[in-house]
């Protein structure tokens, strides 16, 4: 029988499909979805609503938002649900920046720790088995090619009723993976011991079959 206090992480970069494929997996078996992007998106959101400059210890003090995880990850500011609002190309690149200060990703980190400590949960993000949870039982790593993953990300944005060009969907994707993989703290990398896998040309339903298979063999194992 499968264990249900399983921590289980999938880290990668933007359009490798980790949020389809760990919310799939997440209903699969029957545990919780954490999307961490979501978190430093609504946090990004919060930041640029503020009229005058700020400073972050007295911003975070002053946060007043909420992450409700179920199928989809969930964000409230103020109340306010704000979950549409946050998957925006400015969104997106603001919490690129904003996701490189130390204080920020302290503060998020320890409500994701906070989230998923008790197991039962699968944590997709760019540092959840590298930084979040080094010691989760099992850590996945998604990629695909960089024309499959701007591919992905345009039909996501297409669906959402926002309008882009491909070729600034790939320059976004590309910004967004040197400033991931350059930055100073948590920086996008494999982590120790995570299974890498190459999504390029696999559907979503597939690359789950796989992870589930992995999962079951994993447990087997150990």
Not at 51 to 57: A, F, G, L, R, T
Not at 160 to 188: F, T
């Amino acid at each position: 029988m499968l264990r249900k206090d399983l921590i289980i992480t999938i880290d990668g970069p933007s359009g490798a499909g980790k949020s389809t494929v760990a919310k799939m997996l997440a209903r699969v078996l029957n545990y919780t979805y954490l999307d961490t992007g979501a978190m430093y998106r609504g946090v990004a959101y919060a930041f640029m609503k503020e009229k005058n400059p700020v400073e972050i210890d007295r911003f975070l003090r002053n946060l007043t938002i909420k992450f409700e995880l179920k199928e989809e990850t969930r964000v409230y500011l103020d109340g306010e649900d704000i979950s549409e609002h946050i998957r925006s190309p400015e969104v997106s690149r603001f919490a690129s920046q904003l996701s490189q200060n130390t204080k920020i990703r302290e503060h998020l980190r320890v409500l994701q720790r906070k989230a998923g400590k008790s197991g039962g949960v699968v944590l997709e993000g760019r540092d959840t088995g590298s930084v979040v949870f080094p010691d989760a039982h099992i850590k996945f790593y998604l990629d695909a090619d960089l024309k499959e993953r701007a591919r992905r990300r345009y039909l996501e944005l297409v669906s959402r009723g926002i309008n882009s060009e491909p070729d600034n969907v790939q320059e976004e994707i590309l910004k967004r993976d040197r400033n991931d993989s350059e930055r100073d703290i948590a920086p996008l990398i494999v982590p120790d011991g995570a299974i890498y896998i190459d999504t390029t040309g696999i559907d979503a339903a597939s690359v789950v079959e796989k992870l589930q298979e992995i999962v079951r063999n994993c447990l087997l194992g150990g």
